[in-house]
């Protein structure tokens, strides 16, 4: 059974830094595009970063581009999402998903095949 967790997430103030991290069980997804969503309260789930198998590619979203960094450790078979300069703006819940595509870095929910169940990060002001 395929399971991604994930862990790291909390309260942090504006402008502190967090380290999200998503183990998956059940298969290996070293080749695999895994990727990071969010979603906030009365708001759709939506795009944050992606990772290729290999590591070397990897798309943001705009409103994180030059403030979170995708990486991933395929011996741990573990993603991380390292979180600087948050906002209030970043509150949500995160999630992490793997796609069965080993191509693609998809930026739609309906891209990914496995979903975590999800990490709250708070941000205060």
């Known amino acids: 059974q395929v399971q991604l967790v994930e862990s790291g997430g909390g309260l942090v103030q504006a402008g502190g830094s967090l380290r999200l991290s998503c183990a998956a069980s059940?298969?290996?997804?070293?080749?695999?595009?895994m990727g990071w969503f969010r979603q906030a309260p009365g708001k759709e789930r939506e795009f944050v970063s992606g990772i290729s198998g290999s590591g070397i590619r990897t798309n943001y979203a705009d409103f994180v581009k030059g403030r979170f960094t995708i990486s991933r450790d395929n011996a741990e078979n573990t993603v991380y999402l390292q979180m600087n300069s948050l906002k209030p703006e970043d509150t949500a819940v995160y999630y992490c998903?793997?796609?069965?595509?080993?191509?693609?870095?998809?930026?739609?929910?309906?891209?990914?095949?496995?979903w975590g169940q999800g990490t709250q990060v708070t941000v205060s002001s």
């Open positions: 059940g298969r290996t997804f070293s080749r695999n595009t």
């Open positions: 998903a793997a796609d069965n595509s080993q191509v693609r870095i998809g930026v739609r929910v309906q891209e990914y095949d496995y």
